[in-house]
């Protein structure tokens, strides 16, 4: 066996396929609860880049033959000691070292730029869901790395939402705050609003023992993550709630349509600004975007999320809305000497 590792260019269209097929195939044996995603959307993650970050994909081959992918991104203006990685080797081609040298590749370029931090994860059952082999979690334990947070998915069928008695349940708390909902870009009046929302997810979510340095606010994240959500083909449907006292958004929530298969979606951030919390605009702005999808984009009907284990509020709040169990992702950290 001649096996052979190296870096390939995003704008190689034969090259970014190879590697995004088999992402893609490896993700549907590690989650066969999940739909089959688009390889567009694979190729995605090799060529879109968030801002001041780097990227860097690798195909292993065995005899010219693609049978793995890495991807390496790099942190280049916060968590610069840090890196984050993926390894997906073919199903098939499991058991014969093309995982490891994989992870010997990309932790040897990591090493090579005195980064001392490697993130990953994996993926595993739930009890009460689906099972999930758990091969990648077996894998990053043998080699030495440690767990570092687990998330709780669940999933939801639009159609079970008890929209308008949520609505009515809510109701007393919600004074003095007013819906909104867009679908696409954030408008421009609104952007430095989600800015901050979003840029409060890594300091207010439970992370584990993840060493993360968190966002800064900033627009310009919010339209670099829109320009990476259209070059996947994705659609983006969001709500708020805004103080009627000030005309600030200060909850958000957005809910991410897929290319392939469109009756799937992917729950994204939910935030409430600390200040405003005890209100319930965190349940208060996913009902009415829920509302908005079924009024919108009515083939959209299954909604995939996870929180921390420890987010036992928002895991109260989607078991409300009528999510059930789905499967764990496991962050995994590894020190670098």
């Known amino acids: 066996?001649?096996?052979?590792?190296?870096?390939?260019?995003?704008?190689?269209?034969?090259?970014?396929?190879?590697?995004?097929?088999?992402?893609?195939?490896?993700?549907?044996?590690?989650?066969?609860?999940?739909?089959?995603?688009?390889?567009?959307?694979?190729?995605?993650?090799?060529?879109?880049?968030?801002?001041g970050e780097r990227r860097l994909g690798v195909l292993a081959r065995v005899d010219g033959?693609?049978?793995?992918?890495?991807?390496?991104?790099?942190?280049d203006e916060q968590n610069r000691d840090a890196a984050m990685i993926e390894l997906h080797v073919l199903p098939?081609?499991?058991?014969?070292?093309?995982?490891?040298?994989l992870h010997d590749h990309l932790t040897g370029i990591i090493r090579a730029e005195h980064r001392t931090t490697v993130l990953a994860n994996t993926s595993e059952s739930l009890p009460g869901?689906?099972?999930?082999?758990?091969?990648?979690s077996a894998f990053a334990a043998v080699l030495g790395w440690q767990r570092a947070s687990t998330a709780h998915g669940q999933l939801l069928d639009l159609h079970d939402v008890p929209a308008e008695r949520l609505l009515a349940r809510i109701a007393p708390y919600v004074g003095g705050y007013s819906p909104v909902t867009w679908s696409g870009?954030?408008?421009?009046a609104d952007v430095d609003d989600v800015a901050y929302l979003n840029a409060r997810l890594m300091q207010d979510a439970p992370t584990g023992d993840i060493e993360w340095e968190a966002e800064k606010p900033d627009p310009s994240v919010i339209r670099n993550y829109e320009r990476t959500y259209r070059d996947k083909g994705s659609t983006l449907f969001h709500a708020a709630m805004r103080e009627d006292a000030t005309g600030r958004l200060v909850a958000w929530?957005?809910?991410?349509?897929?290319?392939?298969?469109?009756?799937?979606?992917?729950?994204?951030?939910?935030?409430?600004?600390?200040?405003?919390?005890?209100?319930?605009?965190?349940?208060?702005?996913?009902v009415h975007n829920?509302?908005?999808?079924?009024?919108?984009?009515?083939?959209?009907?299954?909604v995939h999320?996870?929180?921390a284990a420890e987010n036992h509020h928002m895991i109260a709040i989607n078991e409300a809305l009528g999510f059930r169990p789905s499967g764990a992702t496991i962050d995994w950290q590894i020190r670098l000497r």
Request: one cysteine or more.
């Open 1 to 51: 066996m001649s096996l052979s590792i190296a870096a390939f260019d995003p704008a190689d269209d034969t090259a970014c396929g190879e590697a995004a097929a088999i992402m893609r195939l490896a993700c549907l044996a590690e989650t066969p609860d999940l739909p089959a995603l688009s390889v567009r959307r694979y190729a995605a993650r090799f060529r879109n880049p968030q801002l």
């Open 65 to 75: 033959f693609a049978v793995g992918t890495g991807l390496l991104i790099l942190p």
């Open 92 to 101: 098939e081609r499991r058991r014969r070292g093309i995982g490891r040298a």
């Open 129 to 136: 869901g689906p099972v999930r082999p758990g091969a990648g």
């Open 185 to 188: 870009a954030v408008p421009e």
């Open 253 to 286: 929530t957005m809910i991410e349509q897929l290319d392939d298969p469109a009756s799937w979606g992917w729950q994204q951030v939910t935030l409430v600004d600390p200040a405003h919390r005890g209100h319930r605009l965190g349940l208060a702005v996913k």
């Open 290 to 302: 829920h509302l908005q999808v079924r009024a919108n984009a009515p083939e959209l009907r299954h």
């Open 305 to 307: 999320t996870w929180n």
